[in-house]
């Protein structure tokens, strides 16, 4: 399916969910571009059709909104797998400069990092582990990728090529839910996931996203309590705890007499309290609570 035949699906898949059309028919269009695009990032960049059906995600009806998950979640997979197997993000290298003298192959040194870490693993970057993260042809996002390798590696001995392909895959995942990069929620929520990575009193999340316990398409959605280690949840817990009895007034001991008869109901168990209520030369002011079937009530002016 070329880039003219995507735009006809896409403004027809517009249109149909606007209209409030069958889901059937959504479905279709749906599973016409699941079987009919080959995806690149240059021609769902041109088209669009990533950010249409990503809306369909949305949908009231599960199936159409699963299938769309379905379609996004395969599109971003695939130009990941693009990215990661291509150096500098696709762009060709010229070899031959101007005079026309060939030149020296480019070093591989870089895009293909080594299979074990030259670096201890508390210094490691992806600068020190000489890892070419140019996979977008962009600098933004690729300065993200870096920025997400950062935070994957400290105190780790996973492989540089695993690190860097989890790297692309997490900011893939961001920028499929909060690009493009020039908004503002897509650079505070790369900015986000690196501290949460980077936090050293939580080191099992990033044990989680490197070993594929958390994919990234879920560990770019999760909330910040969902972040928090076990540990974190725990003492969270027991603060709120130690808040709440904290902020329990002390209540008045009541004494609880037979002589005191309701005016009203005749009960004779009446539980009273005393307080100061007025000047210091006045009387105290007694309350009384009248006792009913273990069910305290207060009687006040005309109650019954």
């Given amino acids: 399916m070329d880039a003219k035949a995507i735009n006809e699906k896409?403004?027809?898949?517009?249109?149909?969910?606007?209209?409030?059309?069958?889901?059937?028919?959504?479905?279709?269009?749906?599973?016409?571009?699941?079987?009919?695009?080959?995806?690149?990032?240059?021609?769902?960049?041109?088209t669009k059709i990533g950010v249409t059906v990503n809306k369909s995600k949305q949908h009231k009806n599960p199936e159409v909104a699963r299938l769309a998950s379905e379609i996004v979640r395969k599109w971003r997979d695939d130009i990941s797998k693009q990215k990661f197997n291509t150096p500098n993000g696709g762009k060709k290298m010229n070899g031959?400069?101007?005079?026309?003298?060939?030149?020296?192959?480019?070093?591989?040194?870089?895009?293909?990092?080594?299979?074990?870490?030259?670096?201890?693993?508390?210094?490691r970057s992806w600068k020190k582990d000489r890892v070419d993260i140019a996979r977008t042809g962009q600098s933004n996002r690729d300065n993200c990728i870096g920025l997400i390798y950062n935070g994957l590696v400290p105190m780790s001995t996973v492989p540089s090529a695993t690190v860097l392909s989890v790297a692309v895959s997490v900011e893939a995942a961001a920028f499929a839910e909060h690009g493009p990069e020039e908004k503002e929620s897509y650079k505070l929520k790369m900015r986000s996931l690196y501290q949460n990575l980077k936090n050293k009193s939580n080191p099992s999340l990033r044990t989680r996203v490197l070993n594929g316990d958390i994919s990234s398409e879920r560990f770019v959605v999760m909330s910040h309590e969902e972040l928090k280690s076990a540990e974190r949840r725990e003492e969270d817990k027991k603060i709120i705890a130690e808040n709440m009895r904290n902020a329990q007034a002390p209540m008045v001991e009541k004494s609880i007499s037979t002589s005191l008869t309701c005016g009203k109901c005749g009960q004779r168990k009446v539980s009273y309290s005393q307080a100061q209520t007025r000047s210091a030369d006045e009387p105290m002011t007694t309350f009384f609570l009248l006792i009913r079937l273990s069910i305290a009530q207060v009687r006040r002016g005309n109650d019954s």
Avoid: C, F, M, W
């Fill in 96 to 123: 031959t400069p101007p005079n026309g003298t060939s030149s020296p192959a480019p070093s591989q040194e870089k895009s293909k990092p080594s299979s074990t870490p030259s670096v201890p693993p508390a210094q």
């Fill in 10 to 46: 896409s403004k027809a898949l517009i249109k149909a969910t606007s209209a409030g059309e069958s889901p059937s028919i959504i479905i279709g269009i749906l599973n016409e571009l699941k079987t009919g695009v080959v995806p690149s990032e240059d021609l769902l960049r041109s």
